[in-house]
């Protein structure tokens, strides 16, 4: 099963993607967790996306494409993936549909989560308390809402239009949640 998560910041994508992970063993491509590792790296790369992120502004397609596509074209890429946060703009959607088709590896399904703006705000203000994460703070929450509305939004309107879209209510308890997703992935 090939898939992509998109939904907004704090609606659970990295958690339902870990469960997959551990459960079925999917391989997990979450472009935020790269971003915050080549960060901590110090590369170059890090240092661009660093301050993007700490703004709640995208990292350019550009740098996002890259690691996608080293990705895909390694030769043990494996067969069973979840995208976690990427594709996030129609640009990043439409350079997936080019590498997939490129491998030959079509996506199966696109799960949307839907949660409440308040919810997300609760969910990403406990996990600001207890984490710490650079982008947590309430101004780059609120330019994180905007860019998803502004740049990601499009990205679901993209994907039902090619048919492949599932949405999945995002509240509530976890397993109840990974239940819905495991269904909807059948
Ligand atoms: P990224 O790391 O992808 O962040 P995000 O999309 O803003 O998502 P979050 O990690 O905040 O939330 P999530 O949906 O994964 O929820 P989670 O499971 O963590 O991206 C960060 C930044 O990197 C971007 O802003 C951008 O700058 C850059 N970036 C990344 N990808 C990019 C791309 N493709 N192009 C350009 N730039 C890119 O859950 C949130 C919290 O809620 C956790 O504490 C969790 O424990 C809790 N929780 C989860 N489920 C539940 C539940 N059911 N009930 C209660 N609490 C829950």
Same mark, same amino acid.
């Given at each position: 099963m090939r898939t992509v998560f998109v939904g907004p910041p704090g609606s659970g994508k990295g958690t339902q993607a870990r469960l997959l992970a551990e459960r079925f063993g999917y391989d997990v491509i979450g472009t935020g967790d790269l971003l915050r590792a080549a960060v901590a790296d110090g590369s170059t790369h890090g240092k661009i996306a660093g301050q993007a992120m700490a703004r709640g502004e995208l990292v350019s397609d550009a740098v996002v494409n890259e690691i996608v596509h080293d990705y895909f074209l390694r030769p043990n890429r494996p067969a069973n993936f979840v995208l976690d946060g990427y594709p996030r703009t129609v640009a990043q959607a439409e350079y997936l549909t080019r590498t997939l088709a490129e491998t030959r590896i079509?996506? %199966?399904? &696109? @799960?949307?989560?839907? &949660?409440a703006v308040e919810e997300l &705000?609760?969910? @990403? %203000?406990?996990?600001?308390? #207890?984490?710490?994460?650079? %982008? %947590?703070? #309430?101004e780059a929450v609120r330019q994180r809402m905007v860019t998803y509305e502004e740049l990601t939004r499009p990205v679901v309107d993209y994907y039902r239009a090619a048919g492949l879209l599932a949405e999945v209510p995002a509240t509530g308890d976890v397993e109840a949640i990974h239940r819905r997703v495991v269904e909807l992935l059948k």
């Open positions: 079509p996506l %199966d399904r &696109v @799960i949307y989560f839907t &949660v &705000v609760r969910r @990403i %203000d406990g996990r600001r308390q #207890a984490e710490n994460r650079l %982008d %947590d703070n #309430a």
